[in-house]
């Protein structure tokens, strides 16, 4: 009696397991989604890099608002450390072994000013505008191992250096 009992216990058992071995196989067996590129790719952006890092650059520094007015004291330290590790390849009017910054955020961000000082060989590895400027100069801009103060001191010098700004009407 007790193998009566048994037997379509076995048969359920077996007849699951075969289920469940179909199951796996024909998950083993679908090919995988292709992957999707992680970002959408141009040729003015190969690294597909989000529009924040476009605009601000890549580094420690995200979108930055600076005061109205400039700091002249925050300037004389920036005018310092500029004279001392940038002047050897910085000009602002010219250009020199690097781009003349006496516009440079006319054209750039000032995050993206400060993530070039801070972070000058992932820039050069992957912001397109960056990696044009190196194109251009052929020297990569070496990291100056500034500390974070005196890159925002220097970005406050550059903005004493900027073109004024045409006057509102
Ligand atoms: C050894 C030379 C060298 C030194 C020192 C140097 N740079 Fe540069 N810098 C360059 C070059 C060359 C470029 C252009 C991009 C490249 O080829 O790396 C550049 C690019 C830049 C840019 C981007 C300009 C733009 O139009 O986008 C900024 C901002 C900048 N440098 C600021 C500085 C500051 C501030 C210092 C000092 C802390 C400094 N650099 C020190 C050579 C130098």
Redesign the pocket.
């Known amino acids: 009696m007790t193998e009566v009992a048994i037997m379509p216990t076995r048969a359920l058992l077996l007849a699951l397991l075969l289920i469940a071995s179909a199951g796996l196989a024909a998950c083993g067996g679908a090919e995988p989604e292709a992957a999707a590129p992680a970002a959408a790719t141009s040729p003015d952006n190969p690294g597909g890099l989000t529009d924040a890092q476009l605009e601000h650059g890549i580094g420690p520094v995200s979108a930055m608002t600076l005061e109205a007015e400039i700091d002249a004291a925050l300037a004389a330290q920036g005018e310092a ?2 004279n001392m ?6 000009k602002m009017d010219q250009r ?6 006496g516009d ?1 955020l006319t ?2 961000s000032p995050a ?2 400060m993530n ?2 801070l972070n ?1 060989e992932e ?2 590895q992957k912001h397109p ?3 044009e ?10 990291n ?1 191992t ?1 500390t974070h103060d ?2 925002r001191a ?2 406050e010098f ?1 903005r004493t250096q900027q073109p004024a700004a045409t006057p509102a009407p």
């Open positions: 450390v500029f590790k940038c002047a050897a390849c910085h020199y072994v690097g781009p003349p910054l440079v054209r750039r993206y000013v070039m000082m000058p820039m050069l505008a960056a990696r400027l190196l194109a251009q100069y052929m020297t990569p801009m070496p100056q500034l005196e890159a220097i970005l550059l």
